[in-house]
């Protein structure tokens, strides 16, 4: 089994439910609400360490009283948070509403997670190093993403969501790139390309941008994946969605887990479907995700 560095985002998510989205200027009353565990590294590192991957996690939290709420699962599941740096200030939050549907608007501030740059990267060049697989989003600041891919000595996986600028040559590292729909548009305009009207034709123009692989998530729809000279879509799961916030996080941590296992990209890519379909099946990000062992939905 490989190890994983997660050099990404751990937020505190504040969560409300509600029957609707609110239109511009109008108050509803919510139906339920808390404060949990989130950002996208934290919530991919769950991910996978929940499967039983060997992760790590390079971050930041502030020295404020979401720390500890934000830091709750990546302990319980047994991620490794030596590289967990305290700053002074706010912990990372993520402003989220979830509608009757299940469809989610979120806002996050960055807060500590805006402390993750080339610096406080470098100092944890070692547990970079060290990974099988280095798993970047778009949740830190850019330098403190170029700082990961100098010191990964392995295989690099982005998720860049958000669409951020990042240097073109540290973001072609990646083995695979992960976006969605929307995100792919945006990456294929970074490189001056016009975004194509399917997904197929976006992962196979990003193959030709010079990506060594693409997976390209498309929610209820499934997936594509291209490499080498193949694009192939993977089906959907069918299932009722409870809510979707972080499962586009899970099936990106699952996906990981297995390419660390040494499954090809489209099998991982396979069984990232389900678990990202099983953690929609549930409320919350972290507190959906499936364990080593739990039924999956199948495709």
Known sequence: MGSITVVGSINADLFVLVERHPLPGETLIGADGGVSAGGKGA????????????VRMVGAVGDDAYADAALEHLRSSGVDLAAVEVVPGATGLAV?????DGENTIIVVPGANA??????????????AAADIVLLQ?????????????????????NLA??????RDDLLRADPLVVNEHEAGLVLEMFGAAPAESEEKMAAELRQLGFAS??????ARGAVVAEGADVVAVPPALIESVDSTGAGDAFVGALVHRLAEGDGLLDAARYAGRVGAFAAT???AQTSYPAAGDELPEL
């Open 115 to 128: 402390s993750l740059d080339d610096a406080q990267v470098t100092a944890s060049a070692g547990t970079v």
């Open 162 to 167: 958000p669409v951020v600028p990042v240097d």
């Open 43 to 54: 919530n991919q590192a769950v991910a996978a360490a929940r499967l039983g991957a060997d």
């Open 214 to 219: 693409v997976v390209v998530t498309r929610g």
């Open 282 to 284: 549930r409320r919350g």
């Open 96 to 100: 989220i509403t979830v509608s009757h």
């Open 138 to 158: 778009g949740e830190i600041p850019a330098s403190g993403f170029s700082a990961a891919v100098r010191a990964a000595t392995a295989r690099v996986v982005v």
